[in-house]
């Protein structure tokens, strides 16, 4: 079947602008994670999600960053008014459920602020 | 700031030498999970441990839950240019909700 799917894979915007990313999970995973990657750094946390209960958004690093998911699939992170430091490599991971399930990651979305 | 780490960041070997990897939380975790990341790619998901002092082997790979569950390592035996990547350690904290830590990863260069 079709893993983790993300758009665009590759987005460049001005400063200031806002973005959406999207993150299409794998089919039946209730679980979807965000995280974000700058250059040779690890994955820090940003939001997730479990079926339908109120996201943990504890990482997310302003308010400038939301996250929603539409009927318990598809998912979209935005960033509003971005900086040059939002520059990274977004990831989504989706999962069976909470707990200890492996998380399959999409290939990400690399968002360049200029 | 990184609260879980992993050491060494950098980890050159000629191709059949083993590699070991080593990850440390400040906090107890509630499980670690392994992911290799090709360079360019994605984190693909290698192993889980639950219990405290569990041991599993991969063929050439095995790995470490520590007694206190804050420390897990990697340990590859014989590694192969195929072996290249970077190596995180991952898990959630215990009774903290769904936050997933990423240690800080080891990128493993094996010379042929």
């Known amino acids: 079947g079709a893993g983790v799917s993300q758009s665009p894979s590759n987005k460049v915007t001005e400063k200031g602008k806002d973005v959406e990313l999207r993150c299409d999970p794998i089919s039946g995973h209730t679980a979807l994670y965000w995280y974000r990657q700058s250059l040779g750094q690890g994955l820090e946390f940003l939001i997730y999600f479990q079926g339908n209960s109120a996201p943990d958004k504890s990482g997310l690093p302003s308010d400038r960053f939301s996250a929603e998911r539409t009927g318990g699939s598809v998912s979209t992170l935005t960033i509003q008014r971005t900086q040059q430091e939002d520059s990274a490599v977004y990831l989504c991971a989706s999962s069976l459920g909470s707990g200890p399930y492996e998380q399959y990651f999409g290939p990400g979305t690399r968002l360049t602020v200029t | 700031g990184q609260q879980v780490m992993q050491i060494p960041q950098y980890q050159h070997v000629q191709e059949g030498e083993d590699f070991t990897t080593y990850c440390n939380s400040s906090?107890?975790?509630?499980?670690i999970q392994w992911y290799k990341q090709r360079p360019g790619g994605h984190p693909v998901f290698l192993i889980q441990?639950?219990?405290?002092?569990e041991v599993k082997k991969q063929k050439r790979l095995t790995f470490q839950f520590g007694e206190a569950k804050k420390n897990s390592s990697l340990h590859i035996t014989a590694t192969q240019t195929t072996d290249v990547g970077t190596y995180f350690c991952a898990g959630p904290y215990e009774n903290t909700g769904n936050q997933f830590y990423f240690g800080t990863g080891t990128s493993l260069t094996v010379i042929p």
């Open positions: 441990l639950v219990k405290s002092g």
């Open positions: 906090t107890t975790l509630s499980n």
